[in-house]
């Protein structure tokens, strides 16, 4: 079965939220350890949305999210933020600069194939950061349209009515096995999109042996031949 | 209030649906007044989309009730076409010219606001379509996520609440005043756009009295101010 549509995660796979969130931290006076930080708000964040998907905690979009989530690890560092300055950092996620490839990347996927995004960002999250980014989709795909966050398998299942296609004719391209893995459980293809500096010089090496391909970067994807 | 984002009908607004369709059908064999079949083929979808809203008819797609309306059309006038060709003319729907200033219309619109398609297309339908006539918005918005049809307020309501904005931020542009009253009637802002070739030379002008702009080309609309 032919791939008829590419489905992009966003953060960390298209988008260096890392630099850009510590960034924001600095510049709002967390200069103490700011990535450290970004890295504990980020994975704070996916407590927080895996509650959403056990159905322990009401649907919220990322904003929503993002600032509970901030909440809670400022207080954990013992940190005070007065309430303007919070909604200032949470907002610094519709921001972010794109991996360097990126731009051109999707632009020569586009040629050949649907290429979309799907994202755990909010619709609107999603419209501020492409245009940041002048990142070209044929549309952008929400986990709020189903009001789970990935890896549930409604979200993929979702993207897939939407596109009007069938699970394996859509290849789920990401940074994080646990996203492709959702994907695959939905019936999606997968591409493994390295991202070695995603959290930083010298994090673990991640891999995912299950996906179908295993990229360094976009060019390599569309050179890998899924794109023609 | 400031408008921060230009929602955009597609059929007719932006695309030139009726020289293509007619072109298609012509196509298939269909050589006498393939444009006013063209036309009833136009007003049996409308009254099929009605029957959705008003709970008659269960939802579908455009494709859908495209076949549908195709159908009865040519019942009307006896006319026998194989399924397979009717499927055919019901894909000549994802394959629509734009009209002269539409796509660079539409790139002028986007430097300074959210420009959005906001369709009765499925949304695999407006990815085709925006694809083939390369016109670059920032999100496609389709009826399809209320599974209701415009001027239905729970189409507009949608696309208001994924933007992230209040209505009255919103400012609807179409050609046609029912989806411009039905805009209004969910609190959007509205733009007028005269497209006196819709429904080709000579057929009856069309104005809107209510709307807040009423421009003869989407460069009118960038000069009116909407944008900046």
Redesign the interface.
Known sequence: MAIRALTFDVFGTLLDWRSGVAGALRAGGVVDDAEGLADAWRAGFFSLTAEVNSGARPWGNVDEIHLDALDRVLADRGLELPGEERRRLVSAWHRLDPWQDAREGLEAL?RDR?V?ALSNG??????DL??HADL?F???L?A??ARLYKPAPDVYLTAVR????EPAEVMMVAAHPLDLKGARGAGLRTAFLDRPLEYGPGSPPREDPDADVSVADLHELVESGVSS
């Open positions: 586009r649907v979309a909010h619709t609107s999250l999603l419209v492409a245009r070209r044929d549309c952008l929400s709020e349209l939407l596109l009007g296609v």
